[in-house]
Each structure stands twice: as C-alpha cells, then as structure tokens.
C-alpha cells in the first residue's frame, strides 16, 4: 500500500476547534459600506435593528474593528457533534484527471443539515436564547437553512418557525419532513397567518410564493410577537463572522499538514461559505502576509459579481429589508430556475463585494450542464454526491487542475465542498436522463433588473 | 468549557485501520451450519458455487476456520476514502435521558451510500474486478445495497446492474437516481429482461414486485452473461467477514479510550452489521477473555430470531438460493409493510443464530412507533437524521440507559448507528403525522409461514 504522507482525511483534535471566531473586516482598508435605512437613507444603527435581530448579533453586524470574537463555550460544545470537519485530499479525483495539481476539500456536509449552514444557526439560536428569547422565524427556500435552524432550535428548546416558499414547500416534502422532525413549524408561503401572506394572497390567489414574500412574513411574525426575531443564513456579516469557522479550521488542519495552498475556491450564492472559508486567508492577504489567488463561483444564470453592478440595493425583491452596498443584478431581477437555489439570490455579502471591488479576489460564472458534469465526476472518484452549489467550486476545482496538467504546475488547489445533495435528486435525474438546460441572461434582462435599482449611492 | 476527557468523536488515525477482517468463525466451537444444495440435500461446494460467486468470495464463505483475511491494499485505499468512521459518544443524548450510563455509538453513515453496507461493497466489487469479470449483478429494495454496490463499480470501473423491487423503483426514485449518478443500470423488477420476470410478469401482470423475484431475475442475469457474477449484500458468511471492520475499529478506538463497552446492541436483519460491529467482541467472548452483554435488535413485525424457529430454509422467497440453517420464519413469511426494509427479511445470517442458539447473545423485539419516538429523540439531541433500521439500536440502547437511571449503574453502551435516514423521510411523515401504526404478528401468521419450511433438517 501506498504510504502518503499527506492522509486522505485530515482532522483536528476536538481541543483544536477555533475558540474565536475572525472579523475580516477589522483587516480591511477599506471596509464594507454600512447597512441604510431605506426610508430615511442614512445608516441603520443598533436601534433599528434590535427591534428585528437579537442585540448580540446586531452587535457583530456592525462590528468593523473587533479581530475576534470569542466563540461561547455552549456553542463550541454544539460544534464538538459534528466539527471539526474533516479537510480531505481528494486522491481518486487527482488520479482521474491525471493532473500534478493536489486537490482539497473542506468538506461541511457530515450533518444532518447538509451543509454549513449550521455554523451559523446554532449561534443565532444561542444568542436568541441567551436574550431570553421564545424563539425564532426565519424563511427559507431549498431548506438547507431551514433545516439547520431547526436543528440548533430542537437543542436549544427555542421555537423554530419557518416560512417555506410553496413551491419548495410542495415540491421538498422531505426537507420539511427533517424540520418538522426537528419540531419545527414550517408554513408555506404565502400563508394567511399574517397580514403581508393574506394581502399577497388576495392579489395572487394562485402564487407558489418566492424568498422576498417569505422573508416578509418571518419579519413581520418576528416584530409583531414578543420574544420572537428574526435570523437569516447568509449575505450578513454576522453569518460571515460564524462561517469563518471554516477557514479557521481549513487553515489550523494545512498548518499541521505543513502545506500552503495556492488557489482557494468557493461558490457565491450570498456568500457565507465563501467568506467563511477564505476568511484567515484572506486576512493574510489583507496584511500583506501572503498571498492566494481566491475564486468566486457563481452559476451563468445569476451572475451578480461577474455581470452585475456594485450599487445599494435591497436584499429582498420584497424590497422591506435594509439597503446594501454589493454586486447586485437588481432586487426584481428574476433568476431563471437553475438547480442550485442557495445560489439565485441577486445580491452578495457586502464584505465580499468590497474585497472584489478593491481586487482582493477573482470571480467566474459557470454553467448548469457544466457544473452537474464535475459533480458527477466528483461523486463516482470521491464517493460523496455534492450538493449543485458546491458543485460550481468543483467545476471551477477541476478547471485549474486540468490547466496544472497543461502546464505541469503542482499547485495546491483548496475548495469548499459546503454541502451534500442528497435533497437534489430531482436535479441529477434531470441530467442522468440528458434533459438539463443552460440558461444565460441576455444583456437586456439584465436592464431591467438594474431599471429597478433604488437611486440612492452613498 | 467542561473539558471531557473522551471526547465526542474518537477517529483512529488513517494507518490505524485494522488491516485484516476478523472471521469470527474460527473462534466458534460449533460453527454455523453449511449451505445445502436444495436439490440433492448435501453441502454445496466451491464447484457449485463459483458459477454464481466471485472465486475468491467463495473461499471466504466457505473458510470456517480462517481467522484473519488480509485486506488487500485497493480496497484499503477505498477505506481510507470514508473510514476510520467515528466512535461517537453521545453526550448530548444521556444529559437528554439524564441517566448514569455512558452511550457510545460507531456511526457508519459517512459516506453517500448511507450505510455500512459499502464495507462488503468494494469488497466484493474488488475480487469480481481481480478476478477479469465485467460486472456484478444484484438486487435491491430499499435501495442501500444497491447504491453501495453502485459507488465501488464505479471506483473500479465495474459494470453493475441492479434489479431494483419495482414498487420501490417506483416510491424510491431518489434512491434511483444516486445510483444511475453512479453509472449503475437500474432495472425495476420483475422485468421483461430475463425468463424468470417474464414469466413472472404473465402470471402476474400488474404485480409490483419482491426481493425473492428481484434475486432471481439478479441471478440468472449473472449465470447467462460470461463475465458476471452475483454479489449480495447480507446474511452471507463473507459479508459478515468484511463487516468485521466495523467492530475492529470500534474495539481499537475503545483501547485507545481505555473504555470496555458492557452491553453491544445492533440492529438485525440479515445480520451484516450486527455480525460486524460484535466481531472482535464475541472473539473475546467465545475465547473466554471478556463478557459482554450482546443485543440484537429487531422489528416486532419481522421477528426471526425471537420468535422464529432455528431450521434449514430457503434465503430467498423464490426458493432458488441455497438452504441455510438460520432462525427463521419461513421463506414465505410475508412481513407487513415496516418502514424498516432492511430488517424485513425472514430469516437470519447462520453465524448469528448459531451463536444465539449457543447462548452467546440476547435478542429483543421492539415495536415500530416505539423505534420512531427513540429516532426522533436521537436526532433532536444528537443532532443526526437516522435511518429506520439502526433506530431499531437506538431504541434498545436508550431503554438500557434507562434501566441504568432506575439503578444507578454507570454502564458502558455502545451501539451501531448503522446509517441515514434521508431517504426514509416518508416514514417520518407518516410518524410526524400521528398516522403510524404498529404490527405484530399473531401465531396464526407465523405458523402459516412455519408451515412453508422444506423437509430438510441436517
């Protein structure tokens, strides 16, 4: 057998999880624009926000300065039942595409949410709690969020209520089987349990509901019931700051390997696992300490960094939420229905959209049929079926191998395989059966999406 | 933080994967019975065997005195992909019991197939390979065996085909899909492939199918086509062999912790994890170095061992595989509609129920409502999704850990957590739903497939 000095799985000792979380932004020069108020333009302060989020993560949200963040220990004890994660060299993938490159992943799926997500919703939970809180609402589409909060929720004994686009809600009974079994409520929206869902309901008698309409319903279920907020699973800083467990941990395991990598690479729906995983990488960039060629991935069909305009603009197509500063396509901008729906959001982290603007990162968009190709090539040589959205940091994984192999360059590639897909069979039976589609928008459907860009620019 | 000494997760480092399977075998006074051929009565030999079997699978199967089988190097390099798989103590499930006992479970769901069953997989899939064959071919109902078997041929390149239970084919098109994702030929049978599915299907023309059509349709596709062979995914002595790894892992993490579990508890259906996770343990136990309390587990709706009886019996409900001496409820024996479909077989692997018969292990039935609520109780505090069959485990280990509150004991429990339950999100419903049911069978039942046992009694 052969003796590899690097093994295929490396795993941190549980007394090596991070303790602290890291605040990229307290490295950055230039640091992301603040969060307006849409009404009055000006930047929303604690506040505003308490009313709708928990103090302590208001607190992190506007936190530019603070390096670090002490993880509380009730949160590191959660962690301990499924991280650290586990940072695989992926052996069989290299010798499939017979290239000199040395692939990694950071593999964030061996929990029952599938993905990263639950870093993030276990310490909104724990701040809920820690508040004194009943519960919380949040909305969700693919279920992925949904389902981790429900997990933190059940551990916690927080109540979980969650507003499920109908479409997803019908067409992923299992997804909602998992939250319910978390002992989650979970609604479809839109739903006649508040004002906003019957006023939609009465316009749109037969609407299958959309994020920007559940959204709504969270936040006003979250505002308008004491001891209630509401929590979001990505775009915010608050989540980055969570996610950045991931690089901590993808940093601390290649420390130990002795190894450096070259390229790092994410997909970018709002960006919590992308700014979770590069986050000390990119804290070093900042410093001028090293440096790492860093790679967005987003899909063709929703291609906010590489097509879309750096402008405030709303999170929600609802148009309620706060304004951002961020590469965006336009909060009406419709994406077309591409398999990997943790990324059709038309915005990004504004942290992230900063660092792109300032040159700190690179960004690609890639095509449905393309990416299910590296997917199904990942799956049969590494034995895990990725989730679509990870597999936009796969097909952009493979893409810089074959390149080593044109050029003989034995580059250390990292990626973030963010989560599993086994909630995303519908979309693999698709293209087993050869019927999957590409979608590009066209120059003018990206006109009307900027059209409805609010014309305020601070 | 409380700093536990054990810590949640014990991972044996990759070197530390046992390099050889244990036959339990070799340490029984009495062995198991030999596989008769049902048409002249007589134990089969290899001769007969190898038409349908991998050569080297044979040896394995009829080797009853072989301690240790050498794991050859490529499968071991597949082993590393998902394995070690954790020793997980679970701390967050006894503060939920509040009870004495320390609870340990060996987590085998890890990988896309959901279960342990890939542990026999590349196994078999690696001799068929070795030995210039061009595929395997097999049968599945729940769909695990299949796509196991479906993950190692396409590692290996190995051409497999799978006659999947045409109802499950039907119910079960997620399970479907992982495995064409894999490059597996799915056929639902009966079908009008093989003379055995089409003379079934003008018998039966609406008929949704069985296991024991499945194996047969499996087989003579095997026997007809040079270069195949049939691989099986319980019950059989060389499954239990290379599940051995199981239990080897578990007991060098145990020795690592300087931890001896008091009571075993797995799940039993055809017997492959079971006989697995209790190998190195029974060894001790047969040699006379260690007690232990052994538990298996099974559905009260399909109870072989406790109350089925210990006699020659066909495996398949067909009637064309070999005789075994098993506990059994007679190959006719139609088990209600469990949710559990691994556990829903009639009879039992050989070596078990020779073991049980011998005294060295208990056996208990337990309801299907009753394993849902231990299911749902595990998954809130430990935060993982199980599959029905190992909550079966779940259920016995949690009433142990009771028992242990009533008395004070602080008693080591280990049991296997044989796999996921994400595509067993049906049962949940039904369960969430308040719409589950429970069935035992009366001895009416019981004697009527009692009444199907061939004449044989060697």
């Known amino acids: 057998m052969s003796e590899n000095k690097v093994p295929y799985k490396t795993y941190l000792e549980e007394n090596e999880i991070p303790k602290a979380w890291y605040n990229l932004r307290a490295d950055m020069k230039v640091k992301p624009a603040p969060l307006l108020n849409p009404g009055t333009g000006k930047p929303l302060t604690a506040e505003e926000l308490t009313p709708i989020f928990c103090e302590e993560l208001v607190k992190q949200e506007l936190d530019n300065d603070t390096a670090y963040f002490p993880i509380p220990d009730d949160i590191l004890e959660f962690y301990k039942m499924y991280r650290p994660s586990p940072l695989v060299r992926a052996y069989c993938l290299e010798k499939v595409l017979d290239t000199p490159a040395k692939i990694y992943y950071k593999f964030e799926g061996n929990n029952t949410s599938g993905s990263h997500k639950l870093n993030s919703a276990i310490a909104q939970a724990f701040y809920a709690k820690k508040q004194g809180l009943k519960g919380v609402t949040t909305e969700t589409g693919a279920?992925?969020?949904?389902?981790?909060?429900?997990?933190?929720?059940?551990?916690?004994?927080l109540d979980c209520?969650?507003?499920?686009?109908?479409?997803?809600?019908?067409?992923?009974?299992?997804?909602?089987?998992?939250?319910?079994?978390?002992?989650?409520?979970v609604t479809p929206s839109p739903s006649m349990e508040t004002e906003v869902g019957r006023k939609i309901l009465a316009e749109h008698p037969g609407t299958t509901g959309s994020l920007g309409c559940a959204i709504s319903e969270a936040v006003e279920v979250a505002t308008k019931n004491p001891g209630y907020r509401y929590v979001l699973g990505s775009v915010l800083n608050q989540v980055l700051l969570h996610q950045s467990i991931i690089g901590l941990e993808t940093k601390a395991a290649f420390d130990k390997l002795g190894v450096k990598p070259d390229i790092i690479i994410g997909c970018a729906g709002g960006g919590s696992n992308l700014g979770g995983l590069i986050a000390p990488f990119m804290g070093e960039k900042l410093r001028g300490e090293a440096d790492y060629r860093i790679i967005a991935v987003e899909p063709a069909s929703c291609p906010s960094f590489t097509r879309g305009k750096?402008?405030?603009?709303?999170?929600?197509?609802?148009m309620i939420c706060p304004l951002a500063k961020m590469y965006t396509l336009g909060s009406g901008f419709i994406p077309s229905p591409n398999h990997a729906g943790g990324l059709r959001f038309h915005g990004m982290s504004t942290t992230l959209s900063q660092l792109y603007h300032d040159g700190f990162m690179e960004a690609r968009a890639v095509e449905q049929t393309s990416v299910f190709?590296?997917?199904?090539?990942?799956?049969?040589?590494?034995?895990?079926?990725?989730?679509?959205e990870s597999s936009h940091a796969i097909r952009a994984a493979i893409d810089e191998a074959l390149r080593c192999k044109e050029t003989g360059e034995e580059k250390n590639i990292l990626f973030g395989l963010t989560g599993t897909g086994y909630f995303d069979l519908k979309a693999y039976e698709q293209y087993n059966d050869g019927k999957m589609t590409d979608y590009i928008p066209t120059d003018e459907d990206l006109a009307k999406g900027f059209a409805g860009l609010p014309k305020i620019d601070a």
Do not use: N
Request: hydrophobic content about 40%; glycine content about 10%; overall charge neutral.
């Open 143 to 157: 279920g992925q969020w949904g389902t981790a909060l429900s997990m933190a929720c059940a551990y916690l004994g």
């Open 373 to 388: 190709e590296a997917a199904e090539l990942f799956a049969r040589s590494e034995g895990l079926l990725p989730a679509p």
């Open 161 to 185: 209520k969650v507003f499920m686009v109908k479409i997803s809600y019908e067409q992923k009974p299992f997804r909602r089987e998992v939250m319910r079994t978390y002992g989650a409520s």
């Open 310 to 318: 750096f402008a405030y603009d709303f999170c929600d197509t609802g």
